[in-house]
């Protein structure tokens, strides 16, 4: 290739990066697969081999769908035949200003401190769900909202949560192991069953409320969580990359499409991959991004079978 043909190239290839960079994709809808594993023992520390083979949530947005938080959180999720589990790698510059003033090992007011939430539709209906939150020093708390069909929601006044919570640091982070069981969400999971979820972090060195799946407001909205499955399936959707967590490799169905919101046109693009075992593959957005109407746009990738994920934008 001569040189011209190389800078043509590179420019192009910059070009699309940029496109895609300058573009706030936010997460409205999101799936995320609960795999068996062995229990991790809960120390705060993220080590347990269930943490690595697990599917993980990153990415979060703010809540209010303005951007991305200043620093990253990851969730991982897992269970057993007994336990929900999730983890928390909540990345902080200011490990020495996290606020912390809920120091009872239970309490209501711990959201107004560094925290995380928790949010499962165990019927996935949008109505009834779970609410657990805890802070960066494992005070908790939990509660059962139940919303009727005109959204209005009350509080279950004889819910009581039996659960675990324990929180660590590291250089860089503070962390939170949580364990759920089974009998505290009155569900026996099996394969094929579906739960709406939302994993949420309150930071409170900096001003910000993050939302795995973006709630464009208050958390307390449970049209707007993603979902999680319990089917067992080695193709993992998340950030519109693909993993397999296979030991062969798989051909995958895609299917993007992009929907402006004021023309309501709507741009389709399917493709066929194979992706090696143990793989990972980044799916290039930026051809829709580039063709998409002004204005706000949202684009969905989809694997079929109810595995999707979608994205807003604001194409400026």
Not at 109 to 120: K, Y
Not at 192 to 213: F, H, P, S
Not at 256 to 273: A, I, P, R
Not at 287 to 304: Q, R
């Amino acid at each position: 290739m001569n040189l011209r043909k190389m800078l043509v190239l590179t420019v192009a290839v910059l070009c699309s990066l940029n496109v895609f960079a300058e573009t706030a994709l936010i997460r409205t809808n999101g799936t995320l697969e609960i795999t068996s594993a062995k229990a991790p023992i809960l120390d705060g520390v993220l080590n347990d081999e269930c943490w690595k083979s697990a599917d993980k949530a990153d990415k979060f947005s703010l809540n209010a769908g303005e951007g991305f938080p200043t620093k990253d959180t990851i969730a991982y999720i897992s269970r057993d035949e007994n336990k929900l589990y999730i983890a928390f790698e909540c990345k902080e510059d200011k490990l020495d200003k996290l606020v912390q003033v809920s120091k009872e090992p239970e309490g209501d007011s711990v959201w107004m401190d560094d925290s995380v939430e928790i949010f499962i539709d165990t019927k996935h209906d949008h109505l009834t769900y779970y609410h657990f939150m805890a802070n960066c020093i494992g005070s908790k708390g939990a509660s059962r909202k139940i919303k009727d069909s005109f959204g209005d929601a009350s509080v279950d006044d004889e819910f009581v949560a039996k659960w675990e919570v324990k929180t660590g640091r590291t250089a860089d982070a503070w962390t939170i192991e949580i364990a759920i069981p089974w009998t505290t969400l009155g569900i026996t999971p099996k394969a094929g069953d579906v739960i709406g979820l939302n994993l949420n972090r309150e930071r409170k060195t900096v001003a910000e409320n993050d939302c795995w799946t973006c709630t464009f407001g208050g958390f307390h909205k449970p049209d707007y969580f993603g979902q999680a499955t319990f089917s067992g399936r080695k193709i993992y959707l998340n950030n519109a990359t693909l993993r397999n967590a296979g030991t062969k490799e798989e051909k995958v169905k895609v299917k993007l499409t992009n929907v402006n919101e004021s023309s309501k046109k709507e741009t389709v693009k399917e493709m066929q991959l194979n992706l090696g075992a143990s793989k990972e593959q980044s799916l290039d957005l930026s051809g829709l991004l580039k063709t998409a109407e002004k204005g706000i746009n949202k684009i969905t990738v989809s694997l079929g079978a109810g595995v999707e994920e979608t994205f807003q934008y604001d194409n400026k």
